[in-house]
């Protein structure tokens, strides 16, 4: 089953208006989370990486004003689009390492394709 | 610069092989993977490789070879299930994972 649950899966919502989207890992902790969007045909961007009870850094170009990252237990993360517009449109990903997994594999959320109007 | 290189599309009959290639370039290296990912869905972990060689998982192999820069994903007796995209992403020195734009996989009957 999945080990981390990400949730809305699908949001509409009007320009202007702010979204949140829940990232929880399941019976694990997660040491870190990363938020990525994802373009139609492209490839996977890294927006930031978040370490629990710190703030996140975020990747050159990434508004860190605009996505407000919060992650604040071990077992979840949140991404905040503030003030949405049409061009944040995009399906937004996030994923966990978790304590003790030492290959370093990453665990991905089943994504939250957001649509702004 | 940091690079990774993979085909965009290939075209292989339900059944057979397909190889599906990808070198990189980065600053350090911390390991390989391959996820597939179907449209509209998150990626999903295949393989990952950080020693040289072969890593067989049932249907899916992954081979590395760091001297060369450069990884296959092998898959098996092709199902229509395995159309997707997959991707190739490489964790550098300091554990950052660049991804590779994806190869998408058709599969004909």
């Known amino acids: 089953g999945a080990v981390v649950s990400q949730h809305p899966s699908r949001v509409i919502c009007k320009s202007g208006t702010s979204v949140k989207i829940e990232c929880r890992s399941l019976d694990f902790q997660a040491t870190t989370m990363f938020w990525y969007r994802q373009f139609p045909k492209q490839s996977l961007m890294l927006m930031a990486t978040?370490?629990?009870?710190?703030?996140?850094?975020?990747e050159q170009g990434v508004e860190k004003d605009k996505f407000l990252i919060n992650h604040a237990s071990l077992t979840l993360s949140t991404l905040t689009v503030t003030s949405a517009h049409p061009e944040d449109s995009s399906f937004y990903i996030c994923?966990?390492?978790?304590?003790?997994?030492?290959?370093?594999?990453?665990?991905f959320g089943e994504g939250s394709r957001l649509t702004v109007l | 610069g940091q690079n990774i290189d993979q085909p965009t599309e290939m075209t292989a009959t339900e059944g057979a092989i397909v190889q599906i290639n990808c070198t990189y370039q980065?600053?350090?290296?911390?390991?390989l993977f391959w996820y597939q990912q179907h449209a509209g869905e998150a990626p999903t972990f295949l393989s990952y490789n950080v020693l040289d060689g072969l890593e067989e998982k049932g249907r899916f192999s992954s081979f590395l070879s760091r001297s060369k820069g450069y990884s296959y994903l092998l898959l098996k007796e092709l199902q229509m299930k395995d159309s997707a995209s997959y991707l190739c992403a490489v964790m550098d020195s300091n554990y950052q994972l660049i991804w590779g734009a994806g190869t998408k996989l058709i599969i004909k009957p």
């Open positions: 978040s370490n629990e009870g710190s703030k996140a850094t975020y």
């Open positions: 994923s966990a390492r978790f304590r003790g997994r030492d290959t370093g594999e990453l665990f």
């Open positions: 980065t600053s350090g290296f911390n390991g």
